[in-house]
């Protein structure tokens, strides 16, 4: 489907809290120092797990975003989302209510999480076990939905349009995104926060995943080489944790306000394999029509790309599948464009994931700089037939276009397209 003549979308802030730092300047430097902060997971015993590695946060305070009673009435969910939004209004210079921008009742909170609030849940399920139902925290029941996030920040903020929460798996950020953007540019909001927050380390969350072997088990002893996105020895993905909201504005009230942009989102797409709950379709058709469609929407041809950050999460079947869908998205030109796969810096956060490599595709333009591929050792045959652009070294030189990808259990599969500013 082309996109509609309307209006364009501005990215003009960024808010990070991963493992490798907080905000757009400590998460930049730990892009480009390329090293893999994964390890040996301490949060809780891993021991009776095949996987025993994680990409955890460690220096996170609460308080430092919010006040002490904010922090006691909210869980890990809502602190990492509410860290990260107001990490992105005032890196866009913007203040809840402020006149130069969108009106608060023309702004939006949008926000994509797989799981939600649900290692706060297993900790008061343990917690009810153990002592009964009046030790319960009263807070339990608020905070463990998927709309507590985005509701949260919008009570902080004092944003008066629309909330959304998306579920839709490892895609749901890139979804949150998208459909942001849809909304703005359509007319029915002018400004929104969106993204995706992710905080799934608890013991059974974490099983969970270890139960169906989507997790990695071959470098328990050496959990730095452990996610490896494309490499031929990959055997499973890394989890991680963390949030990323971006401020996404009309280009005209971003303009009128004096924004500094970092790039325009151009395009969004979401499509199903209708294939496999937990398997990708192999031959990555619908992954490529989801890329497709997103060009589309953005009015921008495969050539406009030059930079594609993929979901590339570390699994035997995912990254072949994606391979082949990068080659049929883009024809010829997937034989010269540059990709990487960026989880080994900040694990896989699931749903958040999608959200913090369309900031690296933000900075990615802006900066002129995109990150390598850390642990691609031996690239695999199979992807380096039909995508032989996956590099380790970083990407030095103007970036026109970048393209997103990310996918999720059940076959859900999402794309957005960025562009550099253009009059």
Not at 8 to 29: C, E, K, Q, S
Not at 37 to 42: F, L, N, S, W
Not at 81 to 92: F, I, P
Not at 138 to 150: I, S, T
Request: hydrophobic fraction near 45%; charge should be negative.
């Amino acid at each position: 489907m082309a996109a509609r003549a309307g209006r364009r979308v501005w990215i003009t802030g960024l808010g990070l809290v991963t493992p490798i730092g907080h905000g757009r300047d400590a998460f930049w430097a730990g892009l480009q120092a390329g090293r893999s902060p994964v390890r040996r997971i301490d949060r809780f015993d891993p021991s009776a797990f095949r996987s025993q590695v994680a990409a955890q946060i460690d220096d996170f305070e609460p308080t430092d975003h919010m006040s002490p009673k904010a922090a006691r009435q909210t869980d890990r969910f809502s602190h990492f989302a509410l860290a990260a939004g107001q990490l992105a209004m005032a890196d866009a210079d913007l203040e809840a209510g402020n006149e130069r921008g969108a009106r608060a009742d023309r702004f939006a909170v949008y926000i994509g999480s797989a799981l939600g609030g649900i290692a706060y849940a297993e900790e008061q399920h343990e917690r009810y076990l153990e002592r009964g139902i009046r030790q319960v925290a009263p807070n339990l029941a608020l905070a463990v939905f998927g709309g507590a996030a985005p509701a949260n920040l919008g009570i902080a903020l004092g944003l008066f349009g629309p909330i959304l929460s998306t579920a839709n798996s490892c895609a749901a950020g890139a979804v949150a995104l998208g459909e942001a953007f849809h909304l703005i540019r359509s007319g029915r909001a002018d400004a929104a926060l969106a993204g995706g927050v992710e905080v799934p380390l608890s013991p059974l969350a974490f099983g969970a995943f270890d139960i169906i072997r989507a997790l990695g088990q071959g470098h328990n002893d050496d959990p730095a080489e452990a996610a490896r996105p494309f490499d031929a020895a990959r055997d499973g993905f890394v989890m991680g944790e963390g949030a990323a909201m971006l401020v996404l504005e009309e280009a005209s009230v971003a303009e009128r306000r004096g924004a500094t942009p970092y790039a325009e989102l151009r395009g969004f797409a979401a499509t199903s394999d209708a294939h496999h709950m937990v398997q990708p379709r192999p031959d990555g058709l619908q992954a490529a029509r989801a890329a497709r469609l997103a060009l589309a929407d953005g009015r921008m041809k495969a050539a406009q790309i030059d930079y594609v950050n993929a979901h590339a999460s570390s699994t035997p079947l995912g990254d072949i599948a994606e391979a082949r869908a990068l080659r049929l998205a883009l024809g010829s030109h997937a034989d010269a464009v540059p990709v990487s796969g960026t989880k080994a810096y900040y694990g896989h956060p699931l749903g958040a994931s999608g959200a913090i490599e369309a900031a690296i595709c933000a900075l990615a333009i802006a900066r002129s700089w995109a990150p390598g591929t850390v642990n691609l050792h031996e690239l695999d045959p199979q992807v380096a037939e039909v995508l032989p652009g996956v590099r380790a070294q970083p990407l030095e030189g103007p970036i026109r276009g970048a393209l997103s990808t990310s996918f999720g259990f059940g076959g859900l599969n999402a794309a957005l397209a960025f562009a550099e500013l253009r009059d």
